[in-house]
T-cell receptor
Framework: DAGVTQSPTHLIKTRGQQVTLRCSPKSGHDTVSWYQQALGQGPQFIFQ???????QRGNFPDRFSGHQFPNYSSELNVNALWLGDSALYLC?????????????FGSGTQLSVL | AQKVTQAQTEISVVEKEDVTLDCVYETRDTTYYLFWYKQPPSGELVFLIR????DEQNEISGRYSWNFQKSTSSFNFTITASQVVDSAVYFCALSEDAGNNRKLIWGLGTSLAVNP
């Protein structure tokens, strides 16, 4: 049973570029949440997708957008990258009806913006 | 507003010592959930425990134990007889039962180093 998988594991971009990160949830899970974790900080909630719609959003600008596909996988897109976007981006999956249960996390995508 | 405070930024102990990681939370809701996650150097967050606001029983799982006290809004985590493999960053997190609010609010984490 595959857990949460994220790709790529590492990415280097320059300011102003755009990036797409991908996530496949744990088998049987229908909800995907994205978190940003800056160095030395706790994860910060970006948004959550369920039934291919953004259900909840954290305090992130519109440059951060996402998508969920019919197979429940998800993408996180960040436009007009700036240095402050450098962070570990974590994907977490869960069952919508059991939202208060534990989240399963992937190993993350380490994004460096130069 | 929701808030989670982990006052200890870094802790260093010698193997076999007991260590307690502190977590203090703030919430206006009466129904909420508290979590502890472990983040080893690989980066993946590993679930350790979940506790709901109505269950104040302490829990023990092997060398790990948790003390939940609503009176002091604390949910502390103790590792008994620590081992080198316990070295990681530990996060405390809070989730409220408020309609569609399903996000976790995280503390800044406590970096634990267990030295041989």
């Amino acid at each position: 049973d595959a857990g949460v998988t994220q790709s790529p594991t590492h990415l280097i971009k320059t300011r102003g570029q755009q990036v797409t990160l991908r996530c496949s949830p744990k088998s049987g899970h229908d909800t995907v949440s994205w978190y940003q974790q800056a160095l030395g900080q706790g994860p910060q909630f970006i948004f959550q997708y369920y039934e291919e719609e953004e259900r909840q959003r954290g305090n992130f600008p519109d440059r951060f957008s996402g998508h969920q596909f019919p197979n429940y996988s998800s993408e996180l897109n960040v436009n007009a990258l700036w240095l402050g976007d450098s962070a570990l981006y974590l994907c977490a999956s869960s069952l919508h009806r059991l939202w208060h249960e534990k989240l399963f996390f992937g190993s993350g995508t380490q994004l460096s913006v130069l | 507003a929701q808030k989670v405070t982990q006052a200890q930024t870094e802790i260093s102990v010698v193997e076999k010592e007991d260590v307690t990681l502190d977590c203090v939370y703030e919430t206006r809701d009466t129904t909420y959930y508290l979590f502890w996650y472990k983040q080893p150097p690989s980066g993946e967050l590993v679930f350790l425990i979940r506790r709901n606001s109505f269950d104040e029983q302490n829990e023990i799982s092997g060398r790990y134990s948790w003390n939940f006290q609503k009176s002091t809004s604390s949910f502390n985590f103790t590792i008994t007889a620590s081992q080198v493999v316990d070295s990681a960053v530990y996060f405390c997190a809070l989730s409220e039962d408020a309609g569609n609010n399903r996000k976790l609010i995280w503390g800044l984490g406590t970096s634990l180093a267990v030295n041989p």
